[in-house]
């Protein structure tokens, strides 16, 4: 059973448009959770977020964490083309030495003009 | 962008053949994964190392070894290269092996014929 569950799975919307990604995770010791977007390669570090109902902003992108409730939104606004990309969602479970990062399998995002 | 580097970009082998795979970085960063990513499965962790020659295992390492000789350099083999190998493999870093952001290098793209 996945422990990070990222809705929905790919979105089609026009340029302009303001889109809300999910991720819903159940994990035991949840330490982060981790907002990455992927283009054709690497996937690049959004935002990361430890406390719950601090909004973490940049630009036109926002994501907030729900610890109660166990999920997190990433928000974008006035989409543009250049944000079609991969969007995931990864929690950290790590302790010590012991490294533990599970990501969901991602929301593909395409922003048509 | 962190400064890591992943050779080859792009391999094709045959079945059965040893393949290394090499990730350099230049942030003397601790912390060292090495990720695959397929379709349907999102990013999975293979190995990954906390120190000079101190690595541990992740969620699918079965047909995987690693090396970590020197700060800087991660070695991931497959010993005997089979097709269900193929696969997109990442390279990342922290510096801390929890409530850090890890960076991804470029990946290396492998075909298993």
């Known amino acids: 059973e996945d422990k990070v569950v990222q809705s929905p799975l790919s979105l089609v919307v026009h340029e302009g448009d303001t889109v809300t990604l999910n991720c819903s995770y159940e994990v035991t010791n949840f330490r982060s959770l981790l907002w990455y977007k992927q283009e054709k390669k690497a996937p690049t570090f959004l935002f990361m977020l430890?406390?719950?109902?601090i909004e973490k902003k940049s630009g036109r992108l926002s994501s907030i964490l729900d610890k109660k409730e166990l999920f997190s939104i990433l928000n974008i606004t006035a989409t543009q083309t250049g944000d079609s990309a991969i969007y995931l969602c990864?929690?950290?479970?790590?302790?010590?030495?012991?490294?533990?990062?599970?990501f969901g399998k991602g929301t593909l995002l395409t922003v048509n003009p | 962008d962190a400064g890591i580097t992943q050779s080859p970009r792009h391999k094709v082998t045959e079945t059965g053949t040893p393949v290394t795979l090499r990730c350099h970085q230049t942030e003397n960063h601790r912390y060292m994964y090495w990720y695959r990513q397929d379709p349907g499965h999102g990013l999975r962790l293979i190995h990954y190392?906390?120190?000079?020659?101190?690595?541990d295992k992740g969620e699918v390492s079965d047909g995987y070894s690693v090396s970590r000789s020197k700060t800087e350099d991660f070695l991931l083999t497959l010993e005997s290269a089979t097709s269900s190998q193929t696969s997109v493999y990442f390279c990342?870093?922290?510096?801390?092996?929890?409530?850090?952001?890890?960076?991804f290098g470029e990946g290396s793209w492998l075909t298993v014929v």
């Open positions: 190392s906390y120190g000079v020659k101190d690595t």
């Open positions: 990342a870093i922290s510096s801390s092996g929890s409530g850090n952001t890890i960076y």
């Open positions: 990864a929690v950290d479970e790590s302790g010590g030495s012991n490294y533990k990062l599970t």
């Open positions: 430890t406390s719950s109902g």
